[in-house]
Nanobody
Framework: QMQLVEFGGGLVQAGGSLRLSCAAS????????MGWFRQAPGKEREFVAA????????YYTDSVKGRFTISRDNARNTVYLQMNSLKPEDTAVYYC????????????WGQGTQVTVSS
C-alpha cells in the first residue's frame, strides 16, 4: 500500500501563486508516475499534470501549460506542483495521484487539498 499526503492549498488572489506538495510513503519502491488531478464544484474530476518517476517526462493539460510546473524529488518520494498566474477557474480540490507500476493506472489518491482563487 502507498499513502499520499498533500500540503500547500489555500486562498490566493487571481494572478498569484501557490505550491502544492505531495509526499508518498509506504510501498514507494519503483513508482512509475505521479501527478495531480483536480475537481471543481459541479464539474468532473480532470487531469492536471503528471511526471514519470524515472525519466522525468512531463505531461500537462492544455489549460495549465505555461503556468503550472510539476517536479519531483525522488529521494523524498515527493511531487510538487508550482502554480503561477492563477485564475478563478483554477479553483478546485487538487488530488495527488500515484501509478505504482506501468499500466496500473492511478491506483493511489491523496485526500485532496483545496485551492481557491479569488477574482
Amino acid at each position: 500500500q502507498m499513502q499520499l499526503v498533500e500540503f500547500g492549498g489555500g486562498l490566493v488572489q487571481a494572478g498569484g501563486s501557490l505550491r502544492l506538495s505531495c509526499a508518498a510513503s509506504g510501498r514507494t519502491f519503483n513508482i512509475f508516475r505521479m501527478g495531480w488531478f483536480r475537481q471543481a464544484p459541479g464539474k468532473e474530476r480532470e487531469f492536471v499534470a503528471a511526471i514519470r518517476w524515472n525519466t522525468g517526462n512531463i505531461y500537462y493539460t492544455d489549460s495549465v501549460k505555461g503556468r503550472f510546473t510539476i517536479s519531483r524529488d525522488n529521494a523524498r518520494n515527493t511531487v510538487y506542483l508550482q502554480m503561477n498566474s492563477l485564475k478563478p477557474e483554477d479553483t478546485a480540490v487538487y488530488y495527488c495521484v500515484a501509478e505504482p507500476r506501468a499500466g496500473a493506472g492511478y491506483d493511489y489518491w491523496g485526500q485532496g487539498t483545496q485551492v481557491t482563487v479569488s477574482s
